[in-house]
């Protein structure tokens, strides 16, 4: 029986943490269409793919290989840590706090990472997006989780 409950609780989590994902990704690239100031978290995506591939000395992918790799990249990464929000009532508290995290991080890493700032950190507006959105993934993910875990009474 724990098996059963393990395993549900598991799918809750990754169902959960993919819908974050999902949201922050549509967000993200909605918004590169509509503002200058949009974080561009695909191109930032794209470099770090760039910069693995070089230091393992394999073959660089078209321009459009490269973002379709990135974008499933970012789904599959970004879900399984929106994952972490878990279930229970502090799941909001939890998915806030991964979300604030993840948006602080796509500000101030990208620089020290050798990716360039530009895409996360150009101006307040980007900055700010930036973490909004990251922040508005966790919170999908935890209303997500608190919607099933309602249904599941």
């Known amino acids: 029986m ?4 393990n395993s549900e609780a598991t799918i809750q989590a990754l169902v959960s943490g993919l819908s974050g994902a999902i949201v922050l990704t549509l967000v993200h690239q909605a918004a590169k269409e509509l503002t200058p100031d949009a974080p561009r978290m695909d191109v930032l995506g794209v470099r770090g793919l760039r910069k693995l591939l070089a ?3 394999a073959p660089q992918p078209d321009a459009q290989t490269a973002y379709d790799i990135t974008m499933a990249g970012d789904l599959l990464t970004n879900g399984l840590y929106y994952s972490l929000v878990g279930s229970g009532p502090d799941a909001w508290w939890r998915g806030a706090a ?3 995290a993840a948006g602080v991080g796509g500000v101030v890493l990208p ?3 050798g990716l360039g700032d530009g895409p996360s950190n150009r101006t307040p507006q980007t900055q700010l997006m930036t973490v909004a959105w990251y922040t508005l993934g966790g919170l999908v993910a935890a209303g997500v989780s608190r919607w099933w875990s309602r249904l599941a009474k």
């Open 98 to 100: 991964l979300g604030v």
């Open 111 to 113: 620089g020290p990472l």
């Open 55 to 57: 230091a393992a000395k």
């Open 2 to 5: 724990a098996t059963s409950t």
